[in-house]
């Protein structure tokens, strides 16, 4: 049954994503006043988050940013339909890289890299990253976390690994990097390292978007043993449908810095981003979810203290 019905999904799908992306954006536009004025789709949640990550904004200021997100969240749903079936050619024209030179350098040079990204732009166009690296012999993909529908979870898969580009579950990320590395091969991997981590996965708090935010370090905690070169993807948004991606280095010598210090970076970089243009951020998840507060609750004293340490 459930076969049956991917390829139900899999052929509805594929033939509405057929439509000229001119199509996506008119329904991308009805579909805003729906989600944003009918359903309310976690509008408390996304009014919530934007009023305490900027608390020097106005009422009116918050509103309008609240509706330009809603309507980039649409647009965001449009592009990610359209994908299923783009084609090389239009994925390049809309989809920019700049400085990729000091990444195909790096990896002529034997050296790994790790591309730390947020919910921010369109995370999923990230994926055709492959078709701008030169070395076919290296591992690339991204971390992803499995969807709870396995349905929806294959066709994901399908969509973001069509450009080379390959999907490695979270459980698997260690397996599969360091796997790769003994064999002698060198990995170009992203990771959207801006998720809500478990109680039992923080090892650090940073002050992110006016919160003491608990953030992961697993991406740092990799790239530090496969010595990487770490890099920020600062995306921008020049015209609706169109991206630009540039390798932002973080540090060239990972090894030689102090713990958390790339994890920090990252967070300072995507702050930033978010500030100059908050509507291209997933507001609608809950961030903040777990805070220090709660972990202090999980953990005694001692065990804080050890768990805060660890890299």
């Given amino acids: 049954m459930n076969k049956i019905l991917y390829y139900l999904i899999f052929g509805i799908w594929y033939t509405v994503s057929l439509l000229p992306m001119c199509v996506h954006y008119f329904f991308s536009d009805i579909t805003y006043y ?20 900027f608390p020097e904004k106005s009422h009116e200021e918050i509103v309008k940013i609240e509706k330009e997100f809603y309507a980039y969240f649409c647009d965001y749903i449009a592009e990610t339909v359209k994908f299923f079936s783009i084609s090389e050619e239009e994925i390049r024209r809309r989809m920019k890289f700049e400085n990729v030179e000091h990444v195909n350098q790096c990896l002529a ?33 991204q971390i992803y976390h499995p969807l709870e529908n396995p349905i929806s979870d294959k066709l994901f898969l399908r969509m973001r690994d069509r450009f080379g580009s390959k999907s490695i579950s979270m459980d698997d990320t260690f397996r ?26 923080i090892h650090y708090f940073t002050d992110f978007l006016n919160h003491d935010t608990p953030v992961f370090t697993g991406a740092e905690r990799i790239t530090r043993m496969i010595d990487a070169v770490p890099y920020y993807l600062d995306i ?52 903040w979810k777990r805070n220090r507060e709660g972990f202090n609750k999980q953990f005694t004293e001692e065990e804080r203290k050890k768990r805060l340490s660890r890299l």
């Fill in 236 to 287: 921008t948004r020049p015209k609706r449908g169109y991206y630009v991606c540039r390798f932002i280095p973080i540090t060239e010598h990972v090894k030689d810095c102090p713990p958390f210090f790339v994890t920090e970076q990252y967070f300072r970089m995507l702050e930033k981003s978010i500030q100059d243009k908050p509507q291209y951020w997933l507001w609608s998840h809950n961030r």
């Fill in 176 to 201: 599969a990097i360091v796997g790769a590395k003994r064999q002698g091969r060198n990995s170009a991997i992203g990771y959207i390292s801006d998720q809500v981590p478990g109680y039992d996965n």
């Fill in 34 to 53: 729906f989600i944003y004025y009918v359903l309310r789709y976690r509008r408390k949640v996304v009014r919530k988050n934007l009023v305490d990550s």
């Fill in 109 to 141: 040079n034997d050296r790994s890299c790790s591309f730390y990204l947020g919910h921010y732009c369109n995370w999923e166009w990230i994926s055709t990253i492959p078709l701008h690296l030169k070395d076919t012999s290296e591992l690339r993909g």
